[in-house]
Nanobody
Framework: QVQLVESGGGLVQAGGSLRLSCAVA????????VAWFRQASGKEREFVAA???????????DSVKGRFTISRDDVRRNTVGVHLQMNNVKPEDTAVYYC???????????????WGQGTQVIVSL
């Protein structure tokens, strides 16, 4: 089993920065593609960013390109840290942010294997 726990959400003013983190723990060591999604109230889940298992491919949603950066670090065996650096945030970035991982190199956006519980981000004017 794989467990994901997000942290770092909160209230931030427009134009400011926030860093989200996701601790990924697994019973067996493996390499994972990692991603962030978000869901605003009353809206469908939206893809934010992904970093492939090999590390060769990084993809961002159009609404966050140039402002958000996804990264990962292998903290120790069986544990991975996934981060989302959010700069120049806007009120429309307000949402619950979810971390997701998958053992495939390029999983479909609607079919990632493991998900966290989410962390709320609120951007005020």
């Amino acid at each position: 089993q794989v467990q994901l726990v997000e942290s770092g959400g909160g209230l931030v003013q427009a134009g400011g920065s926030l860093r989200l983190s996701c601790a990924v723990a697994a019973h067996t060591f493996d390499y994972y593609s990692v991603a962030w999604f978000r869901q605003a109230s009353g809206k469908e889940r939206e893809f934010v960013a992904a970093l492939s298992r090999s590390g060769r491919r990084t993809v961002y949603g159009d609404s966050v390109k140039g402002r958000f950066t996804i990264s990962r670090d292998d903290v120790r065996r069986n544990t991975v840290g996934v981060h989302l650096q959010m700069n120049n945030v806007k009120p429309e970035d307000t949402a619950v942010y979810y971390c997701a991982v998958d053992q495939r190199e390029s999983p479909p956006r609607n079919a990632w294997a493991y998900w966290g519980q989410g962390t709320q981000v609120i951007v005020s004017l």
